[in-house]
């Protein structure tokens, strides 16, 4: 894949404004979207839990948080998507299963109908080796819950809720759009192209790679941050839980390196719950192209209009090594 | 650890499971009950079935007239897929007359050229499949591409002048691509400085598609981390590749197919047709059974 920051010369604070830079001006010249298909809220909510390790003791904590957002689950189908992208013992890679595990838990205790986990990883597509070595073959089956693989689900023609790439529409998982509450759950990581990788863009994992190949390349193709504003824009997750116990540091997705971080952040504005773990990351979120301008029309980034529950966020204020890519560096 | 499932029960049971999950249309989805697609039709046509000449109906009477197979009308062509079905056509005792025009098309593909770059240090000029239009070369639509071609050359299917020079890039571009030590990921070897590990499924299926060039290193070293990895990764799919593969280059195949018999339980679970097509494939101890997964002559 070729790399941004080489092909613009850049170093990494550059970069960011850079991003940030180009996407503003291209939405200064037309807005890709008609924002009166777009609420966005005044004041937005997000929760840091806190949370030292995965285990059993985690569907508590998800259930007293998501209660602190009184999600309307009742009789609901709920979808929860996980990052789940590839496996490498020792790293931080995935969603961790027993989060997923207690996320379902906690929807089910609050009344939902059916729930749902489904992922379509952009690499490994062989989803029986990953929901094995990660463990979440086991929870799901304890649980009696099902699992979509999303690559080779039936898929729905979709229009896009804006036009930052060049697609009218996308095939998109027929369970995806079945669900009543669509829930991003992204691992806390740095990323070497979107800086950071979070709730919005978890979503890459709905598009099917049966349709679309693998890794996802048309949507690197398309510019990944335009890609990531489409998905967000058309598929607006109701409802966002990161695991942020132990994220990933440097050359993230993949191949970064573990860091502790012992939260759990929740809310219901993705843009908000994004720009929350960039801040926790030691970033800052309008630096990052997407976030900002995706605070135009689908969500809060100032912190100023982000009303925390749960922990303060200086409790988990880490700094996270950025990747290579940002930095100027190869080292892996 | 679950029991090994005996080979004649595990054949009949996946025979019955992808019978009964044949959809109306007569191909096959992913799951039972999903739309008909041309990957999970592909593996039952390959799966030497009782039913898998309807796969192989279906596969032909999906063809356009341009020669392309799709899932979908609006849906970008998937090579890789085209080539599976390109491969499930050479098992046919007369290869359909669309095997012609797919193989042309499928020799008229190529991925992205892009510059060098210090993040990925590989030949980014080699021009081999991508999995769609206007995006870069990977191991598995190359993969899948030669293995379809060579088959279908084998089999008296037309070929146009290009299909050497086609097959020499894809080729080059999955040597090029291979692990230090053997073995392949997905597209590129290293990034930033980082060697990829090899992963099984990738491997399985790239080896097969270098049968003819059994010599070269790249080659004899990723068969050396197949059979050392064989078990390695526990899925129905990498079993099964890892098995097919090593009995196509007669290596010992036992402990992958044994540890494919006691992973049966869980496939079934997921009921994956694609899955449990491969298993079917692994499982079958007919001499044939494979034959459609080998290219380049047979040992003495």
Redesign the interface.
């Known amino acids: ?3 941004p920051t ?1 092909r613009l010369g850049l170093g990494r604070r550059e970069f960011l404004a850079a991003t940030a830079g180009a996407l503003v001006a291209g939405a200064c010249r037309r807005r890709p979207y008609d924002s009166r298909q777009f609420a966005h809220p005044d004041r937005s909510a997000v929760g840091l839990f806190a949370a030292d390790e995965y285990g059993d003791g985690l569907a508590d904590v998800v259930y007293r948080g998501l209660r602190e957002f009184a999600p309307d689950v009742t009789g609901r189908r709920v979808l929860l998507k996980p990052n789940m992208v590839e496996f ?1 013992r020792g790293t931080a890679i995935n969603t961790h299963a027993s989060v997923v595990a207690a996320a379902a838990d906690a929807f089910l205790r609050l009344g939902a109908a059916e729930v749902i986990v489904g992922e379509g990883p952009g ?2 597509r ?4 990953l ?3 990660t463990g979440l ?1 086991d929870y799901l ?1 304890d649980r009696r819950l099902s ?1 979509v ?1 999303l690559n ?4 729905v ?1 979709t229009k896009l809720q804006s036009h930052f790439t060049n697609f009218a ?1 996308l ?1 998109l998982p027929s369970t995806l759009m079945a669900a009543d509450l669509v829930v991003s759950m992204p691992k806390l990581k740095t990323h ?1 192209w979107a800086v950071i990788t979070a709730g919005m863009k978890n979503l890459f994992g709905v598009v099917p ?7 996802k ?2 949507l ?2 398309a510019g990944i941050e335009n890609s990531i504003l489409d998905l967000a824009a058309t598929i607006r997750p109701q409802f966002t839980i990161v695991d942020g116990i132990t994220g990933m540091e440097g ?1 993230g997705p993949i ?1 970064g390196q573990p860091k502790h971080v012992g939260t759990i952040v929740m809310g219901n504005d993705v843009v908000a719950v994004d720009a929350t773990c960039a801040r926790v990351m030691g970033i800052n979120p309008s630096r990052i192209g997407y976030l900002a301008e995706a605070a135009r029309f689908l969500g809060n980034l100032s912190e100023s209009t982000i009303d925390m529950r749960g922990e303060p966020l200086a409790r988990f204020a880490s700094s996270f090594a950025l990747p ?2 940002l930095t100027g560096g ?3 | 650890m679950p029991e090994a499932a005996s080979g004649a029960h595990a054949s009949v049971t996946l025979s019955d499971i992808l019978a009964a999950s044949c959809n109306a249309d007569g191909g096959w989805g992913y799951q039972r009950g999903k739309s008909s697609r041309i990957e999970s039709t592909a593996w039952v046509a390959l799966a030497r079935t009782p039913f898998s000449s309807d796969a192989l109906r279906w596969l032909t009477r999906i063809q356009g007239a341009d020669g392309w197979l799709r899932d979908d009308q609006h849906a970008p062509v998937n090579y890789g897929f085209n080539a599976l079905a390109l491969l499930a056509m050479t098992t046919a005792h007369r290869v359909p007359g669309g095997a012609t025009a797919l193989a042309r098309n499928l020799l008229g593909v190529k991925g992205l050229r892009f510059d060098p770059s210090p993040v990925v240090r590989q030949d980014n000029a080699l021009q081999a499949w991508s999995w769609v239009d206007g995006t870069l070369s990977w191991v598995e639509p190359t993969a899948y591409a030669l293995l379809a071609l060579k088959r279908a050359r084998q089999c008296g299917v037309q070929m146009p002048a290009s299909l050497a020079e086609r097959l020499d890039v894809g080729e080059r571009m999955l040597i090029d691509r291979v692990c230090t030590g053997g073995g392949w990921n997905y597209g590129n070897a290293q990034v930033f400085d980082k060697q990829l590990l090899p992963h099984g499924p990738t491997t399985a299926v790239a080896l097969l598609s270098m049968r003819d060039h059994r010599g070269v290193a790249a080659v004899r070293d990723s068969l050396v981390f197949l059979e050392q990895h064989a078990t390695a990764e526990r899925s129905g799919l990498a079993l099964a590749l890892a098995t097919i593969c090593l009995r196509v280059f007669d290596r010992d195949a036992r402990a992958a197919l044994d540890a494919a018999r006691r992973q049966l339980a869980v496939s079934l679970r997921l009921e994956q047709t694609v899955t449990l097509a491969a298993l079917l494939v692994a499982i079958d101890d007919r001499p044939d059974a494979v034959e459609a997964f080998t290219v380049g002559a047979h040992d003495a």
């Open positions: 894949m070729p790399d080489r490498e690499h490994r062989d989803v029986e080796y929901l094995g070595v073959f089956a699992f693989d080779h689900d039936d898929v023609w529409e095939a070497h790679g049966s349709i679309y190949g693998w890794p390349n048309v690197h193709m050359d191949m290579p890519s190869t080292a892996g």
